[in-house]
């Protein structure tokens, strides 16, 4: 295990780009597109965020044969990028056949190439019928990029608060969330997100897909926001590339203003 420089601000670039529904291949190039393109910015990303299911899509009728096998395909490519590049990439998440059994799974990968971590989509989306097509995560995972612990989510997630105070109760100190998220919940996204980031005084860093599939109008808005609530970027609803730098020293800072780790009463609380 190599020891990890610490390092304090990052500036990072989110993906949010249009996916096709059931076409890997294609889906593949557009990503790389936009990464490349966020690579030639006149400030350089140390971080790279890609959105929700971005090789297939929600073609959930056929996602038993379009899944990446193991994600081996995309982790051997995305792996490549990083390394060839010097870029960290939280690869948003892909479709990812493991048996017989296809989750929503996201993968981190350090500016050296090396895989850092996986997490798959503990909490599926009945209104998309996620649930009745693939299987759950299991387990809640925090990962460690520059020396930072870091806390992964996928869309549905921030629906659930205790998932992100799990997280920060980890050490996590940015919450990274790929997203499909589609209108007219666009309410829902902002405030859900900026009170992750407020109650949790953590960075929330949230990449959601642009276009239209099927009735689904996703509507990007990716964001940053920082421990304060205070949103650093902010995507409209067309395909591109949304920038902002964090500071980390920030999460301490607001964290000791408002002692709210602190004041936890834990004892009291049913979960
Ligand atoms: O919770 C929502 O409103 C959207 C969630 C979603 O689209 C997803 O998890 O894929």
Known sequence: MI?????????IAMIQCDIHMGRPVDNRRIVEHWMEKALKAAVK?????????????????????????EGRESREWISEFARNNGVHVVAGSIAERRGDE????????????????AYSKIHLFRLMEEEKHLSSGQSVVTFELD????????????????????LALMGAKVLFVPAAWPHPRLHHWRTLLT????ENQMYVVACNRTGISGKDEFFGHSMIIDPWGE?????GEEEGIVTGR?????????????PVFEDRRANLYQI
């Not at 990303?45 to 996602?63: C, F, K, Q, R, S």
């Not at 949103?231 to 995507?235: H, S």
């Open 3 to 11: 020891q990890q420089q610490l390092k304090l601000s990052w500036n």
């Open 45 to 69: 990303p140390d971080l790279l965020v890609l959105p929700e299911m971005w090789n297939t899509g929600y073609a959930l009728e056929h996602i038993h044969e379009l899944a990446d096998a």
């Open 102 to 117: 296809v989750y929503n799974t996201m993968r981190i990968f350090a500016d050296s190439g090396e895989e850092i971590a």
């Open 147 to 166: 020396g930072q612990i870091l806390g992964a989510s996928i869309c549905y997630d921030i629906r659930f608060p205790e998932l992100t105070r799990t």
């Open 195 to 198: 009170a992750r980031a407020i």
């Open 231 to 235: 949103v650093l970027a902010e995507g």
């Open 246 to 258: 964090i500071d980390l020293s920030l999460v301490d800072d607001v964290r000791s203003r408002i």
